[in-house]
């Protein structure tokens, strides 16, 4: 199993723990919407299409409720078989590149939301993948910013996520710097650069 997979099932475990109606880092969403998101993500493309054309947005919405109907444990089910054999993401090398950091997040997003959540044990290979994949969305998620944005793990590995006259640099465990790239205020990273040209990369990331 990989860290796709391993999230993937701790965090329908964690589903299961709290119930629908639990919150999320997410603004506005419970752990019910959450589910229906990833549902949604995974298993009705003509759902996500509702998203993008105002035509079918009507039907996205019908798509959205039905699943929000269901019962608790046949949602979580859902999301705990993954996505369906005619999907690419449900190939393992798809589903690691693409649903790592996808499911790392999400599960960070329900375990901050509780007030008696700690820190997971540092795992190897999990900060490994999830290095990875910044270094595939760095570019993404910061293209945008007006400085410079370089992305620095303890071991002194960095990602140029932006280039720019200044720079300012992040520091932390790849899966706390994942974290700030999806725009999680529950990221434990520094910076290190000007004041303004933090607070400018800080308010692209809360634009998002």
């Not at 798809?94 to 950091?101: G, I, L, S, Y």
């Not at 910044?134 to 303890?154: K, T």
């Not at 706390?176 to 999806?182: K, Q, R, V, Y």
Request: contains cysteine.
């Amino acid at each position: 199993m990989g860290v796709a997979s391993d999230e993937r099932q701790q965090l329908c475990d964690l589903f299961e723990q709290l119930g629908p109606d639990a919150p999320t880092l997410c603004e506005g969403w419970t752990t019910r919407d959450l589910a229906v998101h990833l549902v949604v993500r995974e298993r009705r493309p003509d759902a996500l299409a509702g998203k993008l054309l105002k035509s079918l947005a009507e039907r996205s919405g019908r798509i959205e409720g039905e699943l929000r109907a269901l019962p608790w444990p046949e949602l979580v089910d859902q999301v705990r078989q993954g996505p369906p054999k005619w999907n690419p993401m449900g190939l393992a090398g798809v589903d690691e590149a693409v649903n790592a950091a996808e499911f790392y997040v999400h599960h960070e997003d329900v375990r901050r939301a509780q007030p008696d959540w700690q820190p997971r044990p540092s795992d190897p290979v999990r900060e490994e993948a999830l290095w990875k994949s910044l270094g595939r969305l760095a570019r993404v998620f910061y293209g945008r910013s007006p400085v410079g944005v370089v992305l620095r793990r303890p071991d002194g590995t960095e990602i140029a996520a932006k280039s720019g006259p200044r720079t300012v640099r992040i520091s932390g465990e790849p899966s706390e710097l994942i974290l700030h790239a999806f725009s999680r205020r529950a990221a434990k990273v520094t910076f290190d650069g000007n004041e303004a040209d933090v607070l400018a990369v800080e308010d692209l990331r809360r634009s998002f």
